[in-house]
């Protein structure tokens, strides 16, 4: 039967007020850093450069700049999607800076601060936490280079059980860290799971047990139609995992790019940018600095932008942007210039026209893949209603590994995620798990439905198939049971799909990027 997660606001509704959250002990973030964070300065060229940025009546023969009379364009107009509206980029200063490298060390001046006083109304971040903001070259690269800042090979990360597999398989695995799961739910982390992980976790690190984990210095965690499972994080809990960072001198990172994907009750109600204000965030509690949160454009308005915003304590902005400039010099000076542009043209009121565009959209395409849920996966399958996002949870309720039946959907032409590739224990060949992540982000409304329909097929050819092999009648195998898969484990299912599957996963991966 599918389980519903619509209650969740309804039960907060009832919750007592809860106190205020107050500023911890100030927050050291020079001692978490890396030995790379650490060693990370910004370079002097860039430094100089930089500092006399838009300075009027300024000489600089410091640069190495193509002069703006040998740039290609003179001009550019937007045409936007929808009005036909036309946007005209004339400015000679814009034009100039859309062709030219980023002068400005934390991003182009317009677009910085449309995020400035995006985040100020949204968010309202206490002033205590003395937060700074970086326009960045998207959030893949940004998660990158935090990780570079704050982690060293062998250090712990807390992340949620599932989650975005770019964490898990090209930043934890590669970078040698210990992934250490937090359970969720679909209301999201678990407050009182992840406090007695933490227990477990300072537990193990003062007794100086062999082989412990290093105790964590930071959380992440995507708290808004979380990948791969679709939740979001209740206010409530929102506040306790705060509080239990607090207590226990986490850094917290707020990956949040389905931020501005939200509708919660449904296409007829979307809240569009005005009603995102009550959302809430880890960065609207933050008293502390101790937050990092990670917001794209990617999401709302177009991922080839490769452009989104970082906020964070102004010691981590200093060093993240000493590593932007060092990697890319500053993220594209074009698609800076192009995405103020357009916000500018909008206004407010556009933006808010905009999003409720794109949210009764989402909302529309989650309602069309939850009947389908309903018509060809019941009893087949459990699923929560998502309110956020692009993604549906599938837990099969006659699999035990969902690789099994790999071979069966390649034969149906349908594809979904399995959800070992998400698991913080996706390397681990012991470990099953019977979680199938569906997309209904970029396929037609009526693929969503025949998608369904071929995964119900299959499903249930599976579950006749076991029923008929097992020797009391039973559809579901008994634990440890290879299933369809055959006697491999689920990791060499998983590395043969990769394989086989090349074309299919590739696809899925342009939709991953972030």
């Known amino acids: 039967m599918p389980t519903a997660s619509a209650g969740a606001e309804a039960a907060e509704a009832g919750c007592a007020p809860l106190a205020p959250l107050k500023a911890s002990a100030a927050l050291d973030v020079d001692v978490l850093f890396s030995e790379e964070g650490r060693a990370r300065q910004q370079g002097s060229l860039r430094s100089l450069a930089g500092q006399f940025a838009g300075v009027p009546g300024i000489v600089s023969l410091s640069g190495g700049f193509p002069p703006a009379s040998l740039f290609p364009f003179a001009g550019m107009t937007l045409h936007m999607a929808g009005s036909g509206a036309a946007v005209p980029i004339a400015d000679p200063a814009a034009v100039g800076a859309a062709q030219q490298y980023n002068f400005s060390l934390r991003g182009y001046q317009p677009l910085l601060s449309w995020a400035e006083r995006h985040v100020a109304a949204m968010h309202a971040p206490p002033p205590s936490g003395r ?13 990158e280079m935090l990780f570079a800042l704050f982690m060293d090979r062998g250090d712990s990360l807390l992340l949620e059980e599932y989650s975005y597999p770019v964490v898990t398989e090209s930043l934890a695995q590669p970078k040698g860290l210990a992934a250490i799961p937090v359970p969720i739910d679909a209301h999201g982390i678990i407050p009182e799971r992840l406090e007695q992980v933490l227990a477990n976790l300072r537990a193990a690190a003062d007794s100086g047990t062999p082989g412990a984990p290093r105790f964590p210095k930071l959380l992440y965690t995507v708290p808004t139609g979380q990948n791969p499972t679709g939740c ?4 409530e809990r929102r506040r306790a ?3 239990l960072c607090q207590r226990y001198g986490l850094l917290l990172l707020e990956d949040d790019p389905y931020f501005f994907l939200q ?13 995102l204000r009550a959302a809430g965030s880890y960065l609207s509690l933050d008293t502390d600095g101790r937050v990092v949160r990670i917001d794209s454009f990617a999401k709302f308005l177009a991922p080839g932008l490769r452009l989104g915003w970082v906020t964070a304590h102004p010691r981590i902005t200093d060093k993240l942007t000493m590593t932007i400039q060092s990697h890319t010099v500053g993220p594209c000076s074009l698609s800076q ?6 916000l500018e043209a909008w206004g407010e009121e556009g933006l808010d026209a905009h999003l409720r565009r794109v949210q009764a959209e989402y909302a529309r395409r989650a309602a069309v893949i939850l009947a389908a849920c309903e018509q060809h996966l019941t009893g087949l399958a459990e699923w929560s209603l998502p309110s956020a996002g692009m993604f549906l949870w599938l837990r099969l309720l006659h699999v035990q590994e969902a690789t099994d039946i790999w071979e069966q959907l390649k034969a149906a032409k349908v594809v979904l995620l399995p959800g070992r590739a998400m698991h913080c224990r996706s390397a681990d060949p012991s470990f099953r798990s019977p979680h199938l992540r569906a997309s209904f982000s970029n396929v037609a409304l009526e693929d969503l439905e025949e998608g369904m329909r071929r995964l119900g097929q299959v499903l249930r050819q599976h579950a006749a198939a076991l029923a008929a ?9 008994a634990s440890g049971s290879p299933g369809a898969g055959g006697s491999r484990s689920p990791a060499a299912r998983m590395s043969s799909m990769v394989l086989s599957a090349g074309s299919a996963l590739t696809a899925l991966s342009s939709i991953e990027s972030w």
């Open 232 to 235: 979001t994080i209740s206010s």
């Open 241 to 243: 995992v705060y509080r």
């Open 263 to 275: 509708y919660p009750q449904g296409p007829d109600a979307v809240p569009g940018l005005h009603g």
């Open 469 to 477: 092999s097992s020797p009391g009648g039973s559809s579901t195998p």
């Open 337 to 342: 210039v192009v995405t103020a542009a357009t």
């Open 131 to 143: 937060h700074q903001l970086l326009i960045t070259n998207g959030g893949n690269h940004t998660l």
